[in-house]
């Protein structure tokens, strides 16, 4: 079953819209949630967090953590075309029978029209 | 400068046979992963080395075999080709050890035929 649900699958806005992407997790022995950006090629790094609350920053993209509660949002606000892409949400464990791995979730597929 | 470099980025092969693809990392990690993505985009992890020790070794058949010759490289051999083995297959590496970010490679995409 999955461990990293993100929602929606799928999302189509026009240029200058705000987008809010969704990611759920029950991962044992959390270290870390990770946002990519996946284009044509391979996922690019986008953040890490690791603490509950702190917003994370760069440009026009920011993502929080609630560890509480077991999620995470990626904000896009002002999209552009170049936005258009799969965003995928990872998280990591750091030990036991899970040490290492990033559990991915499906992605939600971000499409900008101009 | 190519942080996370595999070869080849395509391969096209008929059932049967025996392939590898390589990969090298000028990060200085010491983690390295094979990720094998479908054609739902979906990402798993197939194995994952810490300093050359493999740590992780997922349900993957035994056909599939890494090997870590330094802390620079992991490859990956594939024995007996099989039509569901098509994929597209990412290297990574991480320099915060496992479990934290990882960089990925541009991908190797498999067909077999």
């Known amino acids: 079953e999955d461990k990293v649900v993100q929602s929606p699958l799928s999302l189509v806005v026009h240029e200058g819209d705000t987008v809010t992407l969704n990611c759920s997790y029950e991962v044992t022995n959390f270290r870390s949630l990770l946002w990519y950006k996946q284009e044509k090629k391979a996922p690019t790094f986008l953040f890490m967090l690791t603490s509950s609350g702190i917003e994370k920053k760069s440009g026009r993209l920011s993502s929080i953590l609630d560890k509480k509660e077991l999620f995470s949002i990626l904000n896009i606000t002002a999209t552009q075309t170049g936005d258009s892409a799969v965003y995928l949400c990872?998280?990591?464990?750091?030990?036991?029978?899970?040490?290492?791995?990033?559990?991915f979730g499906r992605g939600t597929q971000l499409t900008v029209w101009p | 400068d190519t942080a996370v470099s595999q070869t080849p980025k395509y391969l096209v092969t008929q059932m049967g046979n025996d392939k590898s693809i390589k990969c090298e990392q000028n990060?200085?990690?010491?983690?390295m992963y094979w990720y094998k993505q479908d054609s739902k985009k979906f990402l798993k992890i197939m194995f994952s080395y810490n300093n050359k020790e493999l740590i992780i070794n997922e349900t993957v058949p035994n056909r599939f075999s890494p090997k870590s010759p330094d802390k620079a490289h992991l490859n990956l051999h594939i024995n007996s080709l099989e039509l569901g083995d098509s994929a597209v297959y990412f290297c990574?590496?991480?320099?915060?050890?496992?479990?934290?970010?990882?960089?990925f490679g541009q991908g190797t995409r498999l067909t077999v035929v």
């Open positions: 990060l200085g990690h010491d983690t």
């Open positions: 990872a998280v990591g464990a750091d030990r036991g029978s899970t040490l290492g791995r990033l559990y």
């Open positions: 990574a590496s991480s320099p915060r050890g496992p479990g934290t970010e990882a960089f």
